[in-house]
């Protein structure tokens, strides 16, 4: 409407450019882009980047606190003879469960609970966001967030295991066990961000949400123990078991000796509907608020 | 020219609480006024225009779309700012309002270059790198007003803007709203319970009163050139409302002082002077004034008791 087309000049001459307000004449683009900018948004939020040092200090300390096992056996890889044997893949989570626990605690909360408190989650669907694509968003940034925790660590490990000749034989043996590192690092992000999402979704308060979801898995373990110990629960309990059952399934997938007697397809189908369970109740949880 | 907007007996509930009741309107370009009470219904039929509500009953049509049907090709093409505060306060306004322009689909590189300009253009400068949570309201209203602009909306819709501000900022922030639908040329919805100052700033005005359009058009239609009859007394002006009332002459008395009849005919004034003579009141002042919407909205709520 208002563009303006520079006049003829001298070549050489000055010009001041006009760096006002002006109408926007380019392309402008669809939902599936603003789903993208949300996403990463959403990513660099819950690092703290672009805000203050405070938001950057725990996941800062928390994504130290998850690589530096793997540092450690790398270096112990270096100086190890041949042949000495050390932490194995799947063994590697037993060191950093706990940085995983509380890396899950603070980001979905962080992901989800500002923007109902403030009010923006009714500014996003005024936007190219509808409630589908800004859950979407949320998800995969929660999952990506926490792939940061659970599967960087171990690719890590295999690289530095790898270097100082204790990785896999053969490059055929390299690749199966990336399949697997990555696979087992995917599953736990997405069954604990995915669970902790839905929990989170239920306040718009990050530290109702936070304590929420470590008493989950604080007590869902309690309780299995008591099943399983004092009270000689079926093996089948652990399907419902959200702090274990991801670390079982993770067993499965590198085929660690197990003494469970519950097929892998089970212990998957367990770990993709507690999945499915969570975008249940995000869905529900947002369902509205796009049109009322 | 085809209305950028357009309501046919729109109807919209909340449980039992009748939020907009049979409104029909047209809205054109250039800045409009969506005035009432608070509870009238204003927030109510912004969400309708902006589809996030769905009305009970009647038809919308804004830029020549269903706000139900089109999704975000309709909201990409409209500014929103929200009466009350929606942003986190520990975000940068140009990181906000570049977020807000990528939202609605602006690509990266130009939502930054247009999130600075924009932000320029409503008196931010320097501080638009300042984290929201840090700044008066006046400046956190700027922001909001910015957001809405970024994406170069075809349409404004702008809740209680001057929410907050003491007279200073909202004279500004008034300034601001004019200057945006004359100099930039947006169709601006302003939204307010002060008919004072949405009349400063508007073109066009649709009337809100408990959920109904009590009036709608140009201000300069409907002011008419009119000049009320003013009438100040020392006190008795409530009475003397009432006489002429039941003579059939509708007149409003604001208190017991001043009394306005809208109309600047002989004959009613002659009928003033016979009541004040008849009441025996003690004159202070008799005047043809400047009528204001806010006569407009008196003389509605009389007609409508």
Same mark, same amino acid.
């Given at each position: ?24 004449e380019g392309?402008r683009?669809?939902d ?9 948004h959403?990513i660099?939020?819950v ?5 203050s040092?405070?938001?950057k ?12 096992p793997?540092l450690v ?7 190890a ?5 050390l932490p194995?893949?799947?063994g590697f ?7 995983i626990?509380?890396?899950v605690?603070?980001?979905a ?21 509808n409630?589908?694509?800004y ?10 967030v926490l792939?940061?925790?659970?599967v ?10 790898s270097l ?5 034989a053969?490059?055929g043996d ?9 696979a087992s ?8 961000g995915?669970?902790a999402?839905?929990?989170a979704?239920?306040?718009?308060r990050n ?14 373990g309690?309780a299995?123990?008591?099943l ?5 629960a079926?093996?089948?309990?652990e ?17 660690a000796?197990?003494?469970l ?16 369970l ?13 049109r009322? | 020219?085809?209305?950028i907007a ?8 909340f449980?039992?609480?009748?939020a907009?009741s049979?409104?029909?309107f047209?809205?054109?370009?250039? /800045?409009?006024g969506?005035?009432?009470?608070n #509870?009238?219904?204003?927030t109510t039929?912004i969400? +309708? @225009?902006?589809? $996030? ?8 049509q ?7 049907q089109?999704?975000w090709?309709?909201r990409?093409r ?11 306060p ?7 309002v570049r ?6 689909g602006?690509?990266?590189?130009s939502?930054?270059?247009r999130?600075s300009?924009?932000l320029?253009?409503?008196?931010l ?10 700044m008066?309201?006046g ?6 007003l ?6 170069d909306p075809e ?5 209680e803007p001057?929410n907050?501000l ?10 601001? /709203? ?6 930039? #040329?947006?169709?601006?919805l302003?939204?307010?319970? +002060? @008919?004072?100052? $949405? ?14 359009v ?6 300069s ?9 003013v009438?100040e ?6 009475r003397?409302?009432g006489l ?5 002459y509708?007149a409003?008395?604001k ?11 002989r ?11 008849e ?14 919407l806010?006569?407009?909205f008196?003389?509605?709520a009389?007609d409508?008791?």
């Amino acid at each position: 409407m208002s563009a303006r087309t520079p006049a003829a000049r001298p070549a050489g001459q000055a010009v001041i450019a006009d760096r006002r307000f002006q109408h926007y004449e380019g392309h402008r683009r669809g939902d599936m882009y603003s789903f993208a900018a949300l996403l990463w948004h959403s990513i660099l939020w819950v690092l703290g980047f672009k805000r203050s040092a405070r938001y950057k200090v725990v996941p800062g300390i928390v994504i130290a606190i998850a690589y530096l096992p793997s540092l450690v056996l790398i270096v112990v890889a270096e100086v190890a003879p041949p042949g000495t044997p050390l932490p194995d893949y799947a063994g590697f989570y037993q060191f950093v469960i706990s940085a995983i626990y509380l890396f899950v605690a603070i980001t979905a909360p962080e992901l989800i609970c500002p923007d109902r408190r403030h009010g923006t989650l009714r500014m996003y669907m005024t936007s190219n966001l509808n409630p589908t694509l800004y859950v979407a968003a949320k998800v995969v940034a929660v999952w990506s967030v926490l792939a940061i925790v659970t599967v960087g660590p171990v690719v890590i490990e295999l690289a530095g295991y790898s270097l100082f000749g204790h990785g896999p034989a053969g490059f055929g043996d390299w690749l199966k066990t990336l399949g697997e590192v990555l696979a087992s690092g995917l599953v736990l992000a997405m069954f604990f961000g995915t669970v902790a999402l839905a929990i989170a979704s239920l306040t718009d308060r990050n530290s109702f949400a936070a304590a929420g979801i470590i008493l989950s898995f604080v007590l869902t373990g309690a309780a299995l123990r008591i099943l399983q110990g004092p009270l000689k629960a079926p093996d089948w309990v652990e399907l419902v078991n959200v702090t274990g059952l991801p670390i079982l399934m993770i067993d499965r997938i590198y085929q660690a000796p197990t003494s469970l007697n519950l097929p892998t397809w089970e212990l998957a189908a367990a770990v993709a509907g507690w999945v499915v369970l969570g975008l249940g109740v995000l869905a529900l949880r947002y369902r509205g608020e796009g049109r009322r | 020219m085809p209305a950028i907007a357009a309501a046919s007996h729109v109807q919209r509930s909340f449980g039992s609480v009748l939020a907009l009741s049979d409104v029909t309107f047209e809205l054109e370009k250039g /800045v409009t006024g969506l005035l009432g009470a608070n #509870g009238a219904g204003k927030t109510t039929l912004i969400s +309708l @225009l902006l589809g $996030v509500l769905k009305p009970d009953g009647g038809s919308l049509q804004v830029l020549g779309m269903d706000p139900l049907q089109a999704g975000w090709r309709l909201r990409q093409r409209i500014g929103y700012a929200p009466e009350d505060e929606r942003f986190p306060p520990d975000v940068k306004a140009n990181e906000l309002v570049r977020h807000f322009a990528e939202m609605r689909g602006i690509p990266r590189r130009s939502a930054v270059v247009r999130a600075s300009e924009v932000l320029f253009e409503v008196g931010l400068g320097e501080e638009r790198f300042r984290p929201i949570g840090t700044m008066s309201t006046g400046q956190r209203q700027r922001v909001k007003l910015a957001q809405a602009l970024v994406h170069d909306p075809e349409l404004v819709l702008l809740d209680e803007p001057t929410n907050g501000l003491d007279p200073i900022q909202r004279d500004d922030m008034l300034a601001l /709203v004019r200057r945006i639908g004359t100099d930039l #040329g947006f169709t601006v919805l302003i939204s307010s319970h +002060l @008919l004072g100052e $949405v009349e400063r700033v508007s073109d066009n005005v649709v009337m809100l009163e408990g959920g109904r359009v009590a009036r709608s058009g140009k201000v300069s239609t409907l002011l008419g050139g009119q000049t009320p009859i003013v009438v100040e007394v020392v006190s008795g002006a409530a009475r003397l409302a009432g006489l002429l009332a039941g003579r059939g002459y509708a007149a409003v008395a604001k208190d017991d002082l001043v009394l306005t009849v809208p109309s600047s005919d002989r004959r009613v004034r002659d009928a003033v002077v016979a009541g004040v003579i008849e009441l025996d009141l003690e004159l202070r002042r008799l005047e043809h004034g400047q009528a204001t919407l806010s006569d407009l909205f008196d003389l509605d709520a009389v007609d409508m008791k």
